[in-house]
């Protein structure tokens, strides 16, 4: 749902860089756990982005997989469901790897 | 805002040019996020954003705070539709804001601090997912008026979208219903995570359903170490005190007495 007001931020952002030229690709990073769904901010690109510098361009979607920290090794590791637990009996907390939702790159002209 | 800086790759194949730009999709609802922030507490206001599912009971917890809290108060609601608990409060003395966000799944930065402030900018990105309801009229001698409080902003229930959009809070609570089961910090991380204070509601509730609590804190833990946890009932008042006693305290810490 709230990938309707983050599509608009991302053309937004993408018209600025491109300051007046055709923007043709963005490329976004979303981590798994940023709670943004890839398809949905496509599907609202496509809407938008109409008569707009961003219209027609491709949109790639790099994706990271969420990691926690051990508290006891320092390993990253990758949470199981219903778990915090570390490949090494420690427990893990939270970490920003997964959560990252940004515009890499644009490219225009 | 400051012009962005390019860098410029090789061009590839084609004659396009591909810039860099690395910035946070986030980022401009948390910079005006800020700014309301600083105007908040420029006026020693509050501001405590009021997260959990729909039916956690945020409203019933929110009446009892702001009664026991002998400080002025002023609420912001948010709602999909209605303006079922703005006149709910209202009805009670409470002074309060409707917001109707029209289907959008959460309150973002622009939405509220035009709302609050009265001063809506026409045109402002971000705005188009949301509207003021009726009872937003009341915000032109309400809010821009309210200073020296408390600044209740109760979210869309959902414990997805509110916790990723920054609104101008001091801190984010967090109330949870022993009804929405023990498992909600595993499958919802991020609002566990992220809450500054937690309220377990309808703990009057706990001898008549399964409701598994050191399974529910243990997962709370993990994601966060430092939040207090405070069983509450909207329905009795038991625990509000404790509830009041944190948010005095922290919010004499940040905007004074």
Known sequence: ?109 | MPPPERVIDTPEESNTVKIDVMRSVYDKNERLAAEFNAKLTGRRVFCVNVLGAPGAGKTTVLIRIVEALGASAFVIEGDIESDIDARKLKALGIPALQINTGGACHLDAPIVADAFLGAPSAGEAGRASGRAGDTGKVSADAGRDFSGGFLFIENIGNLVCPAEFMIGEHVKLLVCAVTDGSDKPYKYPLAFEKADIILLNKCDLLEYIDFDRDFFLNGVRKLNPSAPVVHVSGKTGAGIGEAVKWLRDRAQNIIGS
């Open chain 1, 1 to 109: 749902m709230h990938e309707y007001s983050l599509t608009r931020n991302i053309i937004e952002t993408a018209a600025e860089y491109a300051g007046g030229a055709k923007v043709r690709k963005i490329t976004l990073v979303a981590g798994e756990a940023s709670g943004v769904s890839g398809e949905s901010v496509r599907l609202y690109f496509g809407i938008i982005a109409e008569n707009t510098p961003c219209a027609g361009a491709e949109i790639e979607i790099e994706s990271v997989r969420p990691m926690l920290r051990c508290k006891s090794c320092g390993t990253l590791f990758e949470r199981k469901p219903f778990s915090f637990e570390c490949p090494c009996g420690g427990e893990g907390e939270p970490t920003e790897i997964g959560r990252e939702f940004y515009i890499k790159s644009v490219e225009v002209g």
